[in-house]
């Protein structure tokens, strides 16, 4: 079983390759743009099981070396999760337009683009698996803050994505769903947030999110499901 964790090298990410390697049945891709640290936990917990690659999926160059380790592997995917991210935190009135496509770039078009190039290499036995990482940011009806405009649209764009996608992968046998992620402390939070302090470590929100992508394509499709103890 192959599982695809983006966004891998610190937070959330990282925990979550941390437990899913838990389990010897799973080889774990763990992607990132900077892999010192992820190389450093892995040689720490000597996870034989999680293979980091240092690439920049943000790019189409990125995503092709992906795509060809996967083929190398020769593994069918299982389990994508997307959970590379970007935000900015400024007054509506000040973002660029480069700062805007920045965002939207990473959060909503590069999850887009990555699951087109793996459409091929997903597993067929019904058991595959795609969980975009949301915000409750992103929650129509939710609660919104002030600076976050860029970050929490970009994150309503991947929540309607993922129902669309579900929709659209139904007859190649592929779950989608999105995640939307309250308070964790991640250094994401601290720049939304400076100075708040958060209920929920990585360490759990990432052993949530790998039980959720193992087991929750029986229960959901299609869905974007708060996970939030607190607001923010």
Same mark, same amino acid.
């Given at each position: 079983?192959?599982?695809?964790?983006?966004?891998?090298?610190r937070?959330?990410?990282?925990?979550t390759?941390?437990?899913?390697?838990?389990?010897?049945?799973?080889?774990v891709?763990?992607?990132?743009r900077?892999?010192?640290?992820?190389e450093?936990?892995?040689?720490?917990?000597?996870l034989?099981n999680?293979?980091a690659?240092k690439?920049?999926?943000s790019?189409?160059g990125?995503?092709?070396?992906l795509?060809k380790?996967?083929?190398r592997?020769?593994k069918p995917?299982?389990?994508?999760?997307?959970?590379?991210?970007?935000?900015v935190?400024?007054p509506?009135?000040?973002i660029r337009a480069?700062?805007?496509?920045?965002?939207?770039h990473?959060n909503?078009?590069?999850p887009?683009?990555?699951?087109?190039?793996?459409?091929p290499?997903?597993s067929?036995?019904?058991?595959?698996?795609?969980v975009?990482i949301g915000?409750?940011?992103?929650?129509q009806?939710?609660?919104k803050?002030?600076g976050?405009?860029?970050?929490?649209?970009?994150?309503g764009?991947l929540?309607?994505?993922? *129902?669309?996608l579900?929709? *659209?992968?139904?007859p190649?046998?592929?779950?989608?769903?999105c995640?939307?992620?309250?308070?964790?402390?991640t250094?994401?939070?601290?720049?939304?947030f400076?100075?708040?302090?958060a209920p929920?470590s990585?360490?759990?929100m990432g052993?949530?999110?790998?039980h959720?992508?193992?087991?929750?394509?029986?229960y959901?499709n299609?869905?974007t499901?708060?996970?939030?103890?607190?607001?923010p």
């Amino acid at each position: 079983m192959l599982a695809i964790v983006t966004g891998s090298s610190r937070g959330i990410g990282l925990e979550t390759v941390i437990e899913l390697a838990k389990n010897p049945q799973i080889m774990v891709l763990a992607v990132s743009r900077d892999t010192r640290g992820l190389e450093k936990r892995i040689k720490k917990d000597n996870l034989l099981n999680v293979l980091a690659l240092k690439a920049d999926i943000s790019k189409k160059g990125g995503i092709q070396r992906l795509v060809k380790l996967v083929e190398r592997l020769n593994k069918p995917v299982r389990l994508l999760i997307n959970n590379a991210g970007a935000l900015v935190n400024k007054p509506f009135q000040t973002i660029r337009a480069a700062e805007l496509a920045a965002v939207y770039h990473t959060n909503v078009f590069t999850p887009f683009l990555l699951i087109q190039a793996l459409l091929p290499h997903f597993s067929k036995k019904g058991d595959a698996h795609i969980v975009n990482i949301g915000s409750m940011g992103g929650v129509q009806g939710s609660s919104k803050f002030s600076g976050l405009s860029a970050y929490s649209s970009s994150k309503g764009a991947l929540a309607c994505l993922s *129902e669309c996608l579900a929709e *659209e992968l139904k007859p190649q046998k592929i779950s989608v769903n999105c995640l939307a992620i309250g308070s964790v402390q991640t250094e994401m939070l601290a720049q939304a947030f400076p100075g708040f302090r958060a209920p929920l470590s990585p360490a759990q929100m990432g052993a949530y999110i790998s039980h959720f992508a193992l087991t929750a394509f029986i229960y959901y499709n299609g869905k974007t499901l708060p996970v939030s103890s607190t607001t923010p």
